[in-house]
């Protein structure tokens, strides 16, 4: 299990990567989507922490509500927005130098 509290605080002071607020809300919200189970998700256990996603509070709230009530068509296209958001973000660890990739600069 991958658990990096350097990539959770990635998160303070940013935007959020789905509606471009910067509210003071914004965390590093884990995906809840339909094969999180695959990366570690669990009763009473979050994927790794790098399936997270830079979110405000708003948009957290609404992908955790639309995952439970939705039809599965529905949840396949939350779970690729999210997957999607989750790539937002790692690029963003990467150009934060959180995430360091040897050989790549950021020059």
Do not use: W
Not at 3 to 29: F, I
Request: proline residues 1%; positive net charge; charged residues 25%.
């Amino acid at each position: 299990m991958i658990r990096s509290k350097k990539l959770l605080d990635g998160a303070k002071g940013q935007s959020c990567v789905n509606c471009g607020v910067a509210d003071g809300t914004v965390v590093a919200a884990h995906y809840t989507g339909m094969r999180s189970h695959r990366f570690g998700k669990g009763t009473g256990h979050k994927p790794h922490d790098l399936c997270v996603a830079d979110l405000c509070h708003k948009c957290h709230h609404k992908f955790d509500v639309a995952f439970d009530g939705s039809s599965f068509d529905k949840k396949i296209d939350l779970s690729e927005q999210f997957l999607f958001l989750i790539i937002q973000t790692l690029v963003r660890r990467v150009a934060q130098d959180i995430i360091e990739i040897k050989g790549h600069s950021n020059d």
